[in-house]
């Protein structure tokens, strides 16, 4: 049994092709780097399960020295349309918008409750047919 537990629908864990995308490399960087130089990538930070290679956040960030930053965005959303999207910085600032929107709308007594099958956006479903919610971005830092 490993050490090293890891949750398949985190934005942490990904295919080398994807994370060698999103750090802006070519998609075979990470599978080029793990064969020539493993010894690059923290140990439990990169595994092969059957063809497929995965590398976590963290592993990506020590091989390339480049950090991905989580930000909060609140959304309000109809019909499938962003109507409103408002970076928050972090997940309180985020659940303290959503809050109060939903105080507008005539929402008293809400409790944070997963709206997607993934468990990344928190919200609710209006009866208009709105949905207002936060969900995390990740992108690079400066």
């Known amino acids: 049994m490993s050490y090293y537990k890891y949750d398949l629908m985190s934005?942490?864990?990904?295919?080398?092709?994807?994370?060698?995308?999103?750090?802006?490399?070519?998609?075979?960087?990470?599978?080029?780097?793990?064969?020539?130089?493993?010894?690059?990538?923290?140990?439990?930070?990169?595994?092969?399960?059957?063809?497929?290679?995965?590398?976590?956040?963290?592993?990506?960030?020590?091989?390339?020295g480049k950090r991905m930053e989580e930000v909060w965005y609140f959304y309000v959303e109809k019909q499938q349309m962003i109507f409103k999207e408002v970076p928050c910085g972090s997940?309180?600032?985020?659940?303290?918008?959503?809050?109060?929107?939903?105080?507008?709308?005539?929402?008293?007594?809400?409790?944070?409750?997963?709206?997607d099958p993934q468990k990344q956006r928190v919200g609710q479903l209006l009866e208009n047919g709105e949905r207002v919610f936060i969900a995390k971005k990740v992108r690079q830092s400066r």
């Open 11 to 64: 934005v942490d864990l990904m295919t080398a092709s994807e994370a060698s995308r999103k750090w802006g490399f070519e998609e075979s960087y990470v599978r080029q780097i793990v064969k020539k130089y493993p010894e690059r990538i923290p140990k439990g930070e990169v595994r092969l399960f059957g063809k497929t290679l995965v590398i976590t956040r963290q592993g990506m960030e020590q091989l390339t």
């Open 91 to 115: 997940y309180e600032v985020a659940l303290e918008r959503l809050s109060k929107e939903l105080k507008k709308k005539g929402v008293t007594d809400y409790e944070p409750v997963p709206i």
